[in-house]
């Protein structure tokens, strides 16, 4: 990690006293002792040279270290790579991997997982997915290509569909019949430091286009399922417009209404997956100019429970 001290910073005080400052979780009792990482010179300067605790900082002044892992739990699960070449990797990701090492989950990850697999160290995603989302994610190989795929998605000229079940509440606002559609317009915020986005009044910097489909046999009363087309890729998106409509997504954590009880533990359990799956990417290579149409091998549980609004 790395931290250059701010020039408007008149005074940071000591090197042990500005990152226990600015980085708190390094003096977490799990951690080890700051002042011993300085004793064992792991606190360097852009050169390489060790700092002291006690040396006096300046603005510009910068520290590199490293963020020490937490023992983590990597479980065994199949990585279903849906295309491979010189330019692309294409993965069918499962539910519950993060896309990109962050807190606890940093050897779970998909992007580590998939370096350790295939040796490449340059992947890196071109656009990501929450961890409690399954489907189709995309990385690039070649570090002087990713700027002209990730234009694309910055230009929403990518085509993302997506799946999803939910419990519509008697007053919800979505339409409800087979084949109907509609469009959903949000000023969605989040902020740094929260864990989840708001819908706040404003102009609208989120769309979806959502499709009623047909209910599969078995499928549980009272469960909507539906086709979602985000034409934007803000944060939780999806999760935060459906819920914000009095229909959360079934499995939802972080958005499921305040006032409204959840489905007990016998008919919907909290170990189920997040029912929100990214079914399909499409869009023109822009090095290769080839029309990519790549879908996800998973399906969402139907299960045979009984759910009421």
């Given at each position: 990690?790395?931290?250059?001290?701010?020039?408007?910073?008149?005074?940071a005080?000591?090197?042990?006293?500005?990152l226990?400052?600015?980085?708190?979780?390094?003096?977490?009792?799990?951690?080890?002792?700051?002042?011993?990482r300085f004793?064992?010179?792991?606190?360097?300067?852009?050169?390489?040279?060790?700092?002291s605790?006690?040396?006096?900082?300046?603005p510009?002044?910068?520290?590199?270290?490293?963020?020490?892992?937490?023992?983590?739990?990597?479980?065994?699960?199949?990585?279903?790579?849906?295309?491979?070449?010189?330019?692309?990797?294409?993965?069918?990701k499962?539910h519950?991997?993060?896309?990109?090492?962050?807190?606890?989950?940093?050897?779970?990850?998909?992007?580590?997982?998939?370096?350790?697999?295939?040796?490449?160290?340059t992947?890196?995603?071109?656009?990501?997915?929450?961890?409690?989302?399954?489907g189709?994610?995309?990385?690039?190989?070649?570090?002087?290509?990713?700027?002209?795929?990730?234009?694309?998605?910055?230009?929403?000229?990518?085509?993302?569909?997506?799946?999803?079940?939910?419990?519509p509440?008697?007053?919800?606002?979505l339409?409800?019949?087979?084949?109907?559609?509609?469009?959903?317009?949000?000023?969605?915020?989040?902020?740094?430091?929260?864990?989840?986005?708001?819908?706040?009044?404003?102009v609208?910097n989120?769309?979806?286009?959502?499709?009623?489909?047909?209910?599969?046999p078995?499928?549980?009363?009272?469960?909507?399922?539906?086709?979602?087309?985000?034409?934007?890729?803000?944060?939780?998106?999806?999760?935060?417009?459906?819920?914000?409509?009095?229909?959360?997504?079934?499995?939802?954590?972080?958005?499921?209404?305040?006032?409204?009880?959840?489905?007990?533990?016998?008919?919907?359990?909290?170990?189920?997956?997040?029912?929100?799956?990214?079914?399909?990417?499409?869009?023109?290579?822009?090095?290769?100019?080839?029309?990519r149409d790549?879908?996800?091998?998973?399906?969402l549980?139907?299960?045979?429970?009984?759910?009421?609004?």
């Open positions: 990690m790395h931290w250059r001290v701010p020039h408007g910073e008149i005074s005080g000591t090197a042990l006293e500005a226990a400052r600015r980085f708190p979780a390094l003096t977490a009792p799990e951690a080890t002792p700051l002042p011993a004793a064992a010179g792991e606190i360097v300067d852009a050169d390489g040279r060790a700092w605790p006690l040396d006096l900082l300046s510009g002044d910068e520290l590199w270290f490293h963020r020490e892992l937490r023992p983590e739990q990597v479980p065994e699960l199949e990585l279903r790579i849906l295309h491979h070449d010189d330019h692309l990797l294409v993965l069918d499962p519950d991997m993060a896309t990109m090492p962050r807190g606890a989950h940093v050897l779970a990850s998909a992007l580590v997982r998939l370096r350790r697999r295939t040796g490449v160290e992947l890196v995603p071109l656009h990501r997915l929450d961890r409690r989302t399954a189709v994610l995309a990385f690039g190989i070649h570090p002087h290509e990713r700027s002209a795929y990730q234009q694309l998605f910055a230009r929403a000229e990518v085509g993302k569909e997506y799946e999803a079940r939910l419990l509440s008697a007053t919800s606002s339409p409800g019949q087979l084949g109907e559609t509609c469009s959903l317009r949000d000023h969605l915020v989040k902020r740094r430091g929260e864990l989840t986005a708001q819908v706040l009044p404003g609208p989120a769309e979806s286009e959502l499709e009623v489909i047909a209910p599969a078995g499928e549980a009363a009272g469960v909507l399922s539906v086709l979602l087309r985000p034409r934007t890729g803000r944060t939780h998106q999806l999760r935060v417009q459906l819920s914000s409509r009095g229909a959360p997504i079934l499995g939802e954590d972080l958005y499921w209404p305040v006032q409204r009880p959840r489905p007990s533990s016998q008919v919907w359990p909290e170990e189920l997956p997040l029912q929100l799956l990214a079914r399909r990417l499409r869009f023109v290579d822009p090095i290769t100019g080839e029309q790549f879908r996800s091998s998973q399906t549980d139907a299960g045979s429970r009984t759910l009421r609004p």
